[in-house]
């Protein structure tokens, strides 16, 4: 099954970037808590140890197999439960990673609206993909659902084009 691809493109934080949106019938305070926790992060995405307080983390990414290595991120901003502004440096590559998480809630349901800086086109050919899968993932771990039914294959490379042509 090919899942349609949600991503737009826009300036963020004064980056292009790659922009998602995502509703949950749940109270801010839940999804934020899903976005920044590492432990309702660990089931979906990822986990982070270290101490937010001295401004960084590391992260691990724990659904792309074992060969991934943790990442650095710098907390540039942080306004529970509201806003979360981080970079990262991925090791062996040469970008600095701008991500802006920002929530709304209002009756009832709060939008997560998610953006990443993508520097060009092929490269945004496999970001694109990626976070309308995780996203999915956190939407289907926030509602309950097995996240192992959002299936990485469904995505990549389905939807490459469609990411590749808002930044070519």
């Known amino acids: 099954m090919t899942i349609k691809p949600t991503g737009t493109r826009a300036t963020r934080g004064g980056h292009d970037s790659v922009v998602f949106t995502r509703d949950f019938r749940a109270p801010i305070e839940s999804v934020w808590a899903a976005i920044t ?28 197999g074992d060969n991934v290595s943790s990442e650095t991120f710098t907390i540039n901003a942080c306004e529970p439960p509201h806003r979360i502004v981080v970079t990262s440096t991925p090791e062996h590559d040469d970008n600095i990673w701008h991500f802006e998480l920002d929530l709304v809630e209002r009756g009832g349901t709060t939008t997560l609206t998610f953006s990443q800086s993508v520097p060009n086109a092929e490269l945004a050919a496999g970001v694109g993909p990626g976070w309308d899968y995780y996203l999915d993932r956190l939407v289907a771990a926030e509602s309950g659902v097995d996240v192992a039914t959002v299936v990485w294959d469904d995505y990549y490379p389905a939807q490459s084009v469609h990411y590749r042509t808002l930044f070519g």
Not at 38 to 63: C, K, Q, Y
């Open 37 to 64: 926790e590492s432990d309702r992060l660990e089931r979906w995405i990822g986990t982070w140890t270290g101490d937010p307080a001295t401004g960084s983390v590391l992260f691990h990414m724990n659904a792309e």
